[in-house]
């Protein structure tokens, strides 16, 4: 559809704000772009942004897949489900963009995903889901306020005591996450926008 | 795409959360509703929420209506950006799946929408839409220091003195707008999520 | 009695900071201003300051009576209780200066509508009055937290679905209408100050 | 006027919500109470919370009468301007309806202590009653961000080494007193309200 | 031990940030000044930064003496321990310091002074403990919400009438002091650094 | 310096509030954990609280050592006082007392420590120094805030691009360590406390 004249834009950064070349990447990285490439088609700009610097790149890497993909009692839903709710928090559009679409694929369901950009306590979650994002979203809020009940609450929500690391872990990623994206202009793939929808 | 168990859901309140039976409408808002129904394939739940009370529902639709179509310096788009700007500071669930749907027609650009509803920042504005919107945030977050100084920023990005009114009643409009949906858990329709993508 | 030398004041804006010639006021209009002129004897400057279009003048005057004055579960104190409390929130001088001396008036207690100006939790309030102003004030700090368990705290305290309706429009009115007072640095009208004190 | 049904209220506390008895009072203070009978026609409420304790009443006098009466570059209007616009933003009732007054009789501008109350921004200030009330509020919110340049632009506005000393100090003064009020719900003598109308 | 080249420093103000000579003292404070000097060491600078005008140097330290050391159902330490987690919410550097070390040494126990510093939620504290720093840290940053059931907490947790005032008041202290310290930049003395480790 | 009856603690958690065992470790972190040991003296307890998964522990270090210990345009103390100034934002327990002490090892200054924990506005910093713990504040306190005006003040300051990365790297890292801490209430080792100081 043709729009009204839309908002004037100068070029957009391509990937960051910041000038850094990129580095001599090692064979491990170069094999986990072509991987990315190969499975989405495309080489999400968080990795992209990273790899000034192949040492770096390598252990976000490492650290974001164990985080988001190892085995836990966390569905990968569930855990997407708090980097949005945690990104929403921070206003962060790189995260937003690129979890808001991972939990619209993971779920089916492109409405969830929009909630948890807008605002999570729009959707009606289960208890559980709903303890779990409380849990995430105070800890980013307010993270020194923090105290015994709140972990209490989630063990009465029926996580297991490794359940709650996890949550805490992947919570506070985001935190660090939204603010790297933040700090640098990080700008998303174009191919998340449209995707799952 | 079939995903992950999606998060159990209890069904949703249809419209809102308040039970209130729809009035004997009148003529004008019959025929308001059956143009709505022709020109968008829908009666947008504001208004079916509204809809208990004749008098409230026309006074609220004149009101719109004159705010958000009715000549102005300000465009159709550029007021929409305003109301997305503003409800994401509010965290409406309604207002930026119904308003967010409205920029990404209006501009033909779905990412100009998703910013609006992440953060205006992130946008390659215009100086002019910039200002617009600080204005608006700033109305929106702490009213009560807005001031002398911030009427000339926008005189000094070129808004004329019905343009200051204009953009200062859509932004005041959206805050009142945001709170009754708040208030009523309004749910938007359906119809706005896949919409202009 | 005669006081210190005052702060020195320039002459403050008429009406509102904004250069905006009346329009040709409809019939409609006239016979309101004169209505006011004759109860009153003055014109609220909040519809001196929407005269400069007519339209935009009777959508206001249309929206604001009916919220005001139409018959409601609510009585016309309560709703001028609300429009001061959250007034207060927002820290609006035309809004607490003209609805504060509403208070004062229709309560025939003037310590009632300078504690709702000041802090409505100083007063010794009823359960419901609390309740309402509890709700009204939320919604105002934080729309995004509203859940079912605020609206079920009206109805604890008696309040039905479509009294419910009214005080979220009432506190989201407010909302609005400080906005734009402090968008356009809006002047009440001097006889408010003294009045029902 | 004869009002609306006003809002039922329980008797409230006569001058605090603590129940302390009142002590023996030294001369001084016998003295003291005495004086303000005399010239006021009461004893401010604040004395009397005070006055369960002789050297606690007596400390809190000397302290008090020093920073408001005693020789400053700051009139006592300025003093009690500061008071007022701190105790609005920490919603004080007891000093906003004290101090509120003071500052109607002190300028013989019953609107300006109106103003104080609301929202000092809304005032026509003078550049130095201005910097003046930004000083106080800025270090009342946010006093960890009071630097140089914040006493910088007090000497700016002509205020001396002196100046700053008592702008801060009373300013100061009133998030103590405040707060002492709320900590047991203070309620200031029935005289304030239509004094200096 | 040796560490990196040090963040380069100019040479900081001696006591405070405004330049006003020293008055001539009275004969009771010479010997107040003595008596630090003799018990302390030294004169702690909010003394010397008073000291600039006797009447309110008087004033101050008669205050300052009857609140933290006359008695009380508050302890010594107690109070201390208040004043720290105050002045944590203000981030005062001056109190934080001089404060800090005072709970180090009434306690002997110097990780509970770190602990009132950083987060006075971090420390395993008793019931009664925990509700008077609760009860002073809301009374810090939002007094205007404190009511009867935050006095009622205190009594719940065995505290007497007298008792509440004394945490409101010793509360309501450091947020007057630690405003009067950042408005004049002041500096501990760097005795206290070291001290009770 | 024996003290005042010391308030009445519960025996603190030894590592954290979780209740995870230790996991088998890899020969390389049994080696890390014996370097730590025979270097510091301890493993540190955030190593001890990641034990319970040596996938998370790696991964952990790993990130953690890149970013504190590689080379860097930001020297390690400068790391360091960007690691307390954020954890004195989120009021982070562990993070404070741990970095803390590593800011008074690093610049053999215990005072500059201590500001760190409480304000370093209150420090004499270097203009290099002050735009660095700006920009960590402010990506801290309000990320969706940064803009290419933060980032040029960096530049201006004389910070190359890959220092800025460094700089929001390091901060943004904080924030989520201080999350993780929080989340499961990590405890200090208690040899931090006393040294250096």
Redesign the interface.
Known sequence: ????????????PAVM????PRAELSEAMQAYFAKCEEKLGYVPNVLAAYS?DD??LQ??A??YN??ML?PSGL???ERE?IAVAVS?V????YC??AHGQAVR????????G??M???Y??????AR?RAMLD?SVK??EE??????ED?QALRNAGFG??D??D???V???Y??????A????MRPN?EY??A??
């Open positions: 559809m043709v729009g009204e004249q839309p908002a004037k834009q100068d070029a957009p704000a910041l000038s850094l000034h040492a770096k252990a976000f490492t650290f164990d985080l190892a569905s990968k839903l489900m929403s921070n206003r962060c559009y937003l963009t694929q993971l779920s089916g369901d492109p409405v969830l929009e909630m950009v807008m605002n306590r729009a959707a009606q979650l289960s889901h849990f800890l980013t993270p020194h306020r923090i105290e015994e972990r005591e490794r709650i690391w949550i805490g872990a919570a506070a990623f935190n660090m996450s939204n603010r790297i933040s700090a640098v202009d174009p926008h449209g799952s929808r």
